[in-house]
């Protein structure tokens, strides 16, 4: 396991350490992140991902099966030199929250990119949603920027919607859905950029990260960019189907139209 050394520039966290209860048999021996699509586990294909746009250093917690997310982790140092990989282990889980919280001694930056480890991203060949959401994010009145994809466009996700977008521009204000379908509405990809500032003064060691949105809406601090793609919604066996389906019988499609994983 790689040890963090003080000259490491380090920002990105992959959340690998939730249960995947709905997923059942699915992650009865492994950690969820690793459930493979197109034949490959979602967790190296957003590892591969953060490597090609030249990211250099990510955390990954790790919980639930940690045995496998840690393997996957070795494995992965071991035939590839970017990025470097660490390990944060939680011997009791700690939600979304309390994980990025229990990390931020190992952040040297303000702004953190986190990425729920079973969220998968099909994006156009020449455009980057990590560079987009770093372009967008301004710390002077900003707390967390989300990324936002339609409901349309989130496969395998059968829900109402997360939020709505209050304004159109690369970056607006956005509000919570209550109970009610909204054709606007947009789904939570789980790809962010969090200011390690919302952390302050949380006594909780164990919360979801829902809080801090809440945190943030009600300082007018949250705000989200869209994704130019599609949204792998990888919740379910279900989905997983449904997710491989699309993939499949739109494959000449999204080949015409540079699409990637």
């Not at 380090?10 to 034949?39: D, S, V, W």
């Not at 301004?138 to 059968?158: E, Q």
């Amino acid at each position: 396991m790689n040890k963090l050394k003080k000259n490491n520039s380090i920002n990105t966290m992959i959340l690998c350490a939730g249960k995947g209860q709905r997923m059942r048999y699915k992650t009865k021996y492994i950690a969820k992140p690793l459930i493979k699509i197109q034949n490959q586990p979602i967790l190296k294909t957003n590892v591969n991902y953060l490597s090609s746009i030249g990211i250099k250093n990510c955390i990954i917690n790790n919980s639930y099966k940690h045995k496998t997310i840690q393997k996957f982790i070795k494995n992965y140092s071991l035939k590839y030199s970017r990025p470097n990989i660490y390990s944060s282990f939680e011997k009791k889980r700690l939600e979304t929250g309390g994980g990025v919280k229990k990390a931020l001694p190992l952040f040297n930056k303000k702004e953190i990119l986190i990425i729920n480890g079973d969220s998968l991203l099909l994006r156009k060949n020449n455009t980057c949603p990590i560079k987009k959401l770093f372009r967008n994010f301004n710390s002077y009145y900003m707390k967390i920027l989300l990324l936002l994809a339609p409901v349309n466009k989130s496969i395998g996700y059968d829900g109402n919607g997360d939020f709505i977008i209050k304004s159109k521009s690369n970056a607006s204000r956005i509000e919570r859905i209550r109970n009610h379908k909204n054709k606007k509405s947009f789904v939570f990809t789980g790809w962010q950029i969090i200011n390690k500032d919302v952390f302050n003064n949380i006594e909780q060691d164990n919360f979801s990260l829902n809080m801090l949105y809440d945190i943030a809406q009600s300082q007018k601090s949250l705000f989200a960019t869209t994704l130019d793609g599609y949204f792998l919604h990888v919740s379910t066996p279900k989905s997983i189907i449904q997710i491989e389906r699309f993939l499949n019988i739109n494959k000449k499609y999204l080949n015409e139209k540079n699409y990637i994983l």
